[in-house]
């Protein structure tokens, strides 16, 4: 399996860290090494002194494709979660400003996190989702999925241009404004609409 990240999909988020909003979607990746296994600790990474918790929606693919058309892109995922998308925003900012790639600051050990996911119907799919990130059971970030620059289905279809989609694969759809810092002790709490579906402590 692999995981698919989408970089500035929600215009507040992108103005809070300085970036225009794409005309494409910024697509990164995270090797499977990155997932955290359910019910384990986030150790907090010893490179790094400034880690973010950016919550997004995230898409569980359910068929395989490439070249994928946007009509038909809701046949090729099935399920919804929230998960965070942990990054290690000063080894980020080295690295954007000396033009070089994302994967130290992105793509360690256990830094895609994700909730339990929750079945969807094709009905479903053409719903809104609001989602929301609990630190310490105060609310630090809450989005929509209608304020995403590229919808899903978009999503999908343009990910699928560059790179094959294989049952099992996840997409990590963006991360609305709100994000911040989170350190030793904290503990996190992601919801899809009113429902907890990720809860982790960050040792
Ligand atoms: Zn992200």
């Known amino acids: 399996m692999k995981i698919i990240c989408i970089g500035r999909n929600y215009a507040e988020h992108a103005k809070e860290l300085g970036n225009e909003i794409p005309d494409e979607p910024v697509i990164f990746m995270k090797p499977k090494s990155a997932l955290l296994q359910p ?3 986030f150790y907090y990474p010893e490179f790094t002194n400034e880690l973010n918790s950016e919550c997004e929606l995230v898409l569980r693919v359910c068929k395989n494709g490439k070249y994928i058309n946007e009509r038909n892109a809701s046949n090729y ?4 979660t929230v998960g965070i998308d942990f990054t290690a925003r000063d080894l980020q900012n080295i690295a954007k400003e000396k033009g070089l790639p994302w994967e130290k600051a992105k793509a360690f050990d256990n830094s895609a996190a994700i909730g339990k996911f929750l079945d969807l119907t094709p009905d479903q799919k053409k719903a809104n989702f609001t989602f929301k990130l609990l630190v310490n059971n105060q609310e630090m970030q809450r989005g929509n999925s209608a304020d995403m620059v590229f919808k899903f289905d978009n999503l999908v279809a343009q990910i699928s241009n560059y790179f094959s989609l294989n049952i099992g694969d996840i997409i990590f759809t963006g991360t609305p404004a709100g994000v911040g ?22 040792k």
């Open 77 to 80: 995922y099935n399920g919804i």
């Open 181 to 202: 810092e989170c350190v030793v002790g904290d503990e996190l709490e992601a919801f899809l609409g009113n429902q907890s579906l990720l809860k982790l402590d960050i």
């Open 39 to 41: 019910h384990t600790p």
